[in-house]
């Protein structure tokens, strides 16, 4: 019922930047929240940086200062900007979105397939 498309992601040098986008498409009626997250090999799993429905943000704390979270609602797109990466931050990227479609009577989160993101040192 909605599809989640992410692109962005890739190989970069220790300091590099990147920007991840989300692309949020099908039977919407209404997106609330739009988060990333991330998951390093033998890792949980961990939240990156979220946006509520109102603008408000919030981040994981090694992240705080090199990455911005931001959306377009008229495109359904979050974007995910990355400055002064680090080789710690290496790691599968997945976009999250909660969503009320045309067809639920409450909000339910979509997954993206995930995007890698390479950092070397």
């Known amino acids: 019922q909605v599809q989640l498309v992410e692109s962005g992601g890739g190989l970069v040098q220790a300091g590099g930047s990147l920007r991840l986008s989300c692309v949020a498409s099908g039977s919407i009626f209404s997106i609330k929240d739009m988060a990333w997250y991330r998951q390093a090999p033998g890792k949980q799993r961990e939240l990156v940086a979220g946006i509520t429905g109102g603008g408000i943000t919030n981040y994981l704390d090694g992240v705080k200062g090199r990455f911005t979270i931001s959306k377009d609602n008229a495109k359904n797109t979050v974007y995910l900007q990355m400055n002064s990466l680090k080789p710690e931050d290496t790691a599968v990227y997945y976009c999250?979105?909660?969503?009320?479609?045309?067809?639920?009577?409450?909000?339910?989160?979509?997954w993206g397939q995930g995007t890698q993101v390479t950092v070397s040192s």
């Open positions: 999250n979105v909660r969503v009320l479609t045309h067809f639920s009577v409450r909000e339910e989160d979509y």
